[in-house]
């Protein structure tokens, strides 16, 4: 489905998929935004979504990998194989390399396989690709390595925050990232969410649930007022 002009989901809830996988088609790029699973091979669906909007998954150049969570970044290694350069930030490369409990294999009773990161991006950076620009902010507690990736993109800026925040149905209501991973640290964690709320975002693309359009930074205020609620 499209989202707004150029943002494409082809894989995740709509499909009946747990984590959702986004593409962007704008500026002469086409980047996409997390690739893994829970339970399901979200390949077939995601080469289905792709092909509606026909974009070939060939034309896909790099994978912004927004944590290194098994339902996140586990098909990394085999997108590369396929060509597509991985960027991810460098605690995120470090856990994908080694394949550890950081990637959550234990949760989902899989093993990762490992992958190494083309270009590790670091809090600030802006990302070009081709004529898009990628700006890159971290967000660690969730997952230490956790990373937004903002585009801006007719006039709107848009936010693909993995599971900085989780979207409820209508964006009613919404639940904080999974507290089960080892590098999961709620003091730091609010101090994520306290930092990001103070910041304009038009769109937020979460990893799971529904994409908040035209509120994100409303999403982000309840998100901050939950954590203080719930994590101290």
């Known amino acids: 489905m499209q989202i707004v002009p150029g943002v494409y989901l082809v894989c995740g809830y709509s499909y009946g998929i747990h984590q959702n ?13 997390d690739c893994g ?23 896909v150049s790099h994978l912004l990998v927004t944590h290194a969570h098994f339902d996140h970044s586990s098909h990394a290694a085999r997108l590369q194989r396929g060509g597509i350069r991985i960027v991810a930030s460098g605690s995120t490369a470090a856990a994908m390399a080694a394949g550890d409990d950081r990637c959550i ?10 992958c190494h990161t083309d270009t590790v991006v670091t809090d600030g950076q802006d990302l070009h690709v081709e004529g898009l620009t990628v700006r890159c902010t971290a967000a660690p507690g969730h997952a230490e390595g956790l990373m937004v990736y903002e585009i801006v993109l007719n006039g709107e800026r848009l936010w693909f925050c993995g599971d900085l925040v989780e979207m409820g149905p209508e964006c009613r209501t919404l639940e904080l990232g999974w507290a089960g991973g080892p590098d999961y640290d709620p003091r730091t964690y609010i101090e994520t969410l306290r930092r990001l709320a103070h910041r304009d975002c038009d769109i937020l693309l ?17 998100a901050y007022t939950k954590a203080l609620l719930e994590l101290r």
């Open 37 to 59: 699973e829970l339970a399901e091979d979200p390949m077939p669906v995601l080469k289905a979504g792709l092909a509606r909007w026909d974009i070939p998954v060939e034309e």
């Open 105 to 114: 294999g234990y949760a989902v009773h899989r093993a990762f396989e490992p």
């Open 206 to 222: 979460p990893g799971h649930g529904p994409a908040a359009i035209g509120f994100g930074r409303r999403i982000l205020e309840m």
């Open 21 to 33: 996988v986004y593409v962007v088609r704008a500026a002469g790029a086409t980047v996409m935004v």
